[in-house]
Nanobody
Framework: QVQLVESGGGLVQAGGSLRLSCAASGSIFSINVMGWYRQAPGKQRELVAVINARGSTNYADSVKGRFTVSRDNAKNTVYLQMNSLKPEDTAVYYC????????????????WGQGAQVTVSP
């Protein structure tokens, strides 16, 4: 069984910074894409930033220039450095691992973390 454990959320003032981490554990052989999505109250979950195994990244326009996604393939861990935070960044941030290959299985699967609350005060 694969589990994603997130850490690093919290409360910060506008203009501040936070760093989220997400570690995947289990009998993992490889992970195609890791990244972050967020869901604000009353809104749909949206992509924030993703990174593939080669290090190619994709960001939502709203976070470009402020957020940086990175990963450590050896640790199956993905990070999200969030700078210049705004109140509109307030949401639950979910870690995602897509295309996970598990030892002993032929089919790749996707997994989600439990979510980390990020609250940015004005």
């Amino acid at each position: 069984q694969v589990q994603l454990v997130e850490s690093g959320g919290g409360l910060v003032q506008a203009g501040g910074s936070l760093r989220l981490s997400c570690a995947a554990s289990g009998s993992i052989f490889s992970i195609n894409v890791m990244g972050w999505y967020r869901q604000a109250p009353g809104k749909q979950r949206e992509l924030v930033a993703v990174i593939n195994a080669r290090g190619s990244t994709n960001y939502a326009d709203s976070v470009k220039g402020r957020f940086t996604v990175s990963r450590d393939n050896a640790k199956n861990t993905v990070y999200l450095q969030m700078n210049s935070l705004k109140p509109e960044d307030t949401a639950v941030y979910y870690c995602n691992a897509a295309g996970v290959s598990v030892l002993g299985r032929t089919k790749r699967s996707d997994y989600w973390g439990q979510g980390a609350q990020v609250t940015v005060s004005p």
